[in-house]
């Protein structure tokens, strides 16, 4: 069973704790909360060999529950090699039946594991495996019929999650970093390259429709504001960088927030000014609103996974070595 645990989550510096925090049985790769409304509560967390699906449940989302916070383990699904990202289809559901759980990730191995579960039959594995190098990001598209991904072989590849097929290739100039699909841009599709380059490309007709550039890099990561299509952000050599779509020639933001470097960046779900990100020295979580001069807060910890955000509620979550923490972020 998780052990609540506030303990061995950072250096000696003078931080501030999550709100809530797991002990797990071993060491958190990558989780993925899910961005869905009808699937708000369920987490994908990956260790070395497998990931688990899991329910999370906050005491502020149901009131009759014993502790302020608690974490269900639904299901196992092993995994031959080291899973670099994930993503969650939105066809994934365990509050009505029939229950189904749909994920994907990819590995080290350069594959892609499509999993599909019902919580109660053997879950059935799909292996997709035409990429040559190592997969940086993956995404669903909205409707949850193509799942897009892009890494190091400077190419982004759709994938029909029905015909299980690539019926797409776009070709980069430099390492696909992060890939990203908008509900309320169907058809359209993000790409974000290493040397700084971020294009969105219309699918169908395998044409860039919109393109700009950081002016500098190398970009680690980015994503599309789920709150607000206009809004693109992404981290460029330690710097944070905000654009509005309909003038991007030039970034509305531009802010040092990781001296040694950026890693991981992901929108709040919730607010499309507030930013968390991950990075050197000594892999801090800043929370950057936009508006704002200096960070809503910023946090040192001794590891990191990467970043993923609840649904509903204002918690950003990251994994810290075996413990799976939860910071309350203030949305004002």
């Given at each position: 069973?998780?052990?609540?645990?506030?303990?061995?989550?950072?250096s000696?510096?003078?931080?501030?704790?999550?709100?809530h925090?797991?002990?797990?049985?071993y060491?958190?790769r990558r989780?993925?909360?899910?961005?869905?409304?009808?699937?708000?509560?369920?987490i994908?967390?990956?260790?070395?060999?497998?990931?688990?699906?899991?329910?999370?449940?906050?005491?502020?989302?149901?009131?009759?529950?014993?502790?302020?916070?608690?974490?269900?383990?639904?299901?196992?699904?092993?995994?031959?090699?080291?899973?670099?990202?994930?993503?969650?289809?939105?066809?994934?559901?365990?509050?009505?039946?029939?229950?189904?759980?749909?994920?994907?990730?990819?590995?080290?191995?350069?594959?892609?594991?499509?999993?599909?579960?019902?919580?109660?039959?053997p879950?059935?594995?799909?292996?997709?495996?035409?990429?040559?190098?190592?997969?940086?990001?993956?995404?669903?598209?909205?409707?949850?019929?193509?799942?897009?991904?892009?890494?190091?072989?400077?190419?982004?590849?759709?994938?029909?999650?029905?015909?299980?097929q690539?019926?797409?290739?776009?070709?980069?100039?430099?390492?696909?970093?992060?890939?990203?699909?908008?509900?309320?841009?169907?058809?359209?599709?993000?790409?974000?390259e290493?040397?700084?380059?971020?294009?969105?490309?219309?699918?169908?007709?395998?044409?860039?429709?919109?393109?700009?550039?950081?002016?500098?890099?190398?970009?680690?990561?980015?994503d599309?504001?789920?709150?607000?299509?206009?809004?693109?952000?992404?981290?460029?050599?330690?710097?944070?960088?905000?654009?509005?779509?309909?003038r991007?020639?030039?970034?509305l933001?531009?802010?040092?927030?990781?001296?040694?470097?950026?890693?991981?960046?992901?929108?709040?779900?919730?607010?499309?000014?507030?930013?968390?990100?991950?990075?050197?020295?000594?892999?801090?979580?800043?929370?950057t609103?936009?508006?704002?001069?200096?960070?809503?807060?910023?946090?040192l910890?001794k590891?990191?996974?990467?970043?993923?955000?609840?649904?509903?509620?204002?918690?950003?979550?990251?994994?810290?070595?075996?413990?799976?923490?939860?910071?309350?972020?203030?949305?004002?």
């Amino acid at each position: 069973m998780p052990i609540a645990t506030n303990e061995r989550m950072h250096s000696t510096a003078k931080i501030e704790e999550p709100l809530h925090s797991i002990e797990l049985p071993y060491q958190i790769r990558r989780v993925e909360c899910s961005p869905y409304e009808w699937s708000h509560n369920v987490i994908c967390i990956a260790f070395d060999g497998k990931v688990a699906i899991g329910v999370t449940k906050f005491q502020e989302e149901e009131e009759t529950l014993d502790v302020k916070f608690d974490l269900e383990l639904l299901q196992d699904f092993i995994v031959e090699s080291r899973v670099e990202c994930m993503a969650l289809s939105p066809e994934i559901s365990v509050s009505t039946l029939p229950k189904s759980i749909i994920f994907a990730c990819a590995t080290a191995d350069f594959k892609i594991r499509l999993f599909s579960s019902n919580l109660i039959d053997p879950h059935s594995e799909q292996v997709y495996e035409e990429h040559t190098s190592y997969i940086n990001s993956i995404a669903y598209e909205s409707c949850g019929d193509n799942l897009a991904s892009t890494g190091d072989d400077l190419s982004v590849r759709i994938w029909s999650t029905n015909e299980h097929q690539c019926h797409t290739v776009l070709f980069l100039q430099s390492p696909g970093m992060s890939v990203c699909w908008h509900a309320e841009e169907p058809g359209k599709l993000l790409v974000a390259e290493k040397r700084g380059t971020i294009t969105v490309f219309n699918v169908e007709r395998k044409q860039a429709i919109l393109s700009f550039d950081a002016d500098c890099g190398p970009l680690t990561a980015a994503d599309w504001s789920t709150c607000n299509s206009l809004r693109v952000a992404a981290l460029v050599d330690g710097h944070l960088l905000v654009w509005d779509t309909t003038r991007a020639s030039q970034p509305l933001m531009k802010r040092a927030v990781h001296p040694g470097g950026g890693r991981f960046l992901r929108y709040s779900q919730l607010n499309e000014n507030i930013i968390a990100t991950v990075g050197q020295p000594n892999h801090t979580l800043s929370i950057t609103h936009a508006n704002l001069k200096f960070p809503i807060s910023s946090t040192l910890l001794k590891l990191a996974s990467n970043i993923t955000w609840h649904r509903r509620l204002f918690y950003v979550c990251v994994g810290v070595d075996n413990i799976l923490g939860f910071w309350k972020v203030t949305s004002k």
